[in-house]
């Protein structure tokens, strides 16, 4: 049984992935920060018996990361999925912007993943897969930022793309896969009711991605349709 772990599975595209995944008979240890206030994924849980297990993970507190690590110990996971990520405090325009509020996106966005990856690191190892996906966003690109603004988020999930970088660069001899996901623009309550795609068709086009990976793809960025994205 392949085995997936996923942060922010409350709700979302968190929640989608763990939905599907389980409904493929993957292993899920779906992760949030009150599990105790999650109904949806905790209704979700009872009705697929086993496979789903709800974990409490707050992803920028690190002694809560290192406490489900050890709780976790000689688990194998196949993909871990860092999909946990804020938009960050508002405003965000050219103009005062909340610094501690941009910190703690960065903590959230940038930082929780590598802390994960290190983590998690021999429950990686020791899969078939091997994959660690962040998402990332278009909003993060480089290459694509001509309109401007977002400057939390979209400097956080820039930075998210090179902790990748430099995972697939570290991990490659150990045979893991570290790339980067764009789920799209996704009806969710961070991509708001006028996104193009809803969190079922995100996924699924996201699972077909992570099915299809090998190791010769670490380090890349990849949409939800199979599209290579801008850095
Ligand atoms: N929706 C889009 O259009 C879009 C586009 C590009 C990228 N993304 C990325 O996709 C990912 C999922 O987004 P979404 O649209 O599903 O957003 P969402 O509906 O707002 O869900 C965000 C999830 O992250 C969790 N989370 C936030 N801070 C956390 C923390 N410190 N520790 C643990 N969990 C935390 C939330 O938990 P709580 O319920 O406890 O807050 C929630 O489960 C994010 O990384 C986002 O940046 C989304």
């Known amino acids: 049984m392949k085995t997936i772990l996923i942060t922010g599975a409350n ?3 968190g929640l989608e992935l763990t939905r599907q995944y389980a409904a493929e008979d993957w292993r899920v240890f779906a992760c949030c920060r009150i599990p105790e206030k999650a109904a949806e994924l905790n209704d979700l849980a009872r009705q697929s018996g086993a496979e789903i297990s709800i974990h409490r993970l707050t992803v920028d507190e690190h002694d809560q990361i290192d406490a489900l690590a050890r709780e976790l110990d000689g688990e194998k996971i ?3 999925f860092n999909n946990a990520g804020i938009s960050g405090p508002r405003p965000q325009s050219f ?3 909340d610094i501690s509020g941009w910190m703690r996106t960065f903590r959230v966005n940038s930082v929780a993943p590598f802390k994960m990856a290190h983590a998690f690191l021999e429950h990686v190892e020791r899969s078939d897969r091997r994959i660690i996906a962040v ?3 278009l909003m993060g ?3 694509d930022n001509r ?3 977002s400057y939390a988020y979209r400097s956080s999930k ?7 970088r430099s995972l697939a660069a570290d991990l490659r001899e150990r045979g893991i896969i570290a790339v980067v996901l764009h789920p799209g623009w996704v009806q969710t309550d961070l991509g708001g009711p006028n996104a193009l795609i809803s969190p079922e068709e995100s996924v699924r086009g996201l699972r077909k991605v992570l099915d299809s990976i090998t190791l010769q793809d670490s380090g890349g960025f990849f949409g939800y349709d ?3 994205m801008p850095w």
């Open 11 to 13: 709700r979302g595209i």
């Open 78 to 80: 196949d993909i871990l």
């Open 95 to 97: 103009g005062p912007i």
């Open 135 to 137: 998402m990332g966003t």
């Open 141 to 143: 690109s480089l290459a």
């Open 147 to 149: 309109s401007g603004g």
């Open 158 to 164: 820039a930075a998210a793309h090179m902790v990748v």
């Open 226 to 228: 199979g599209r290579e």
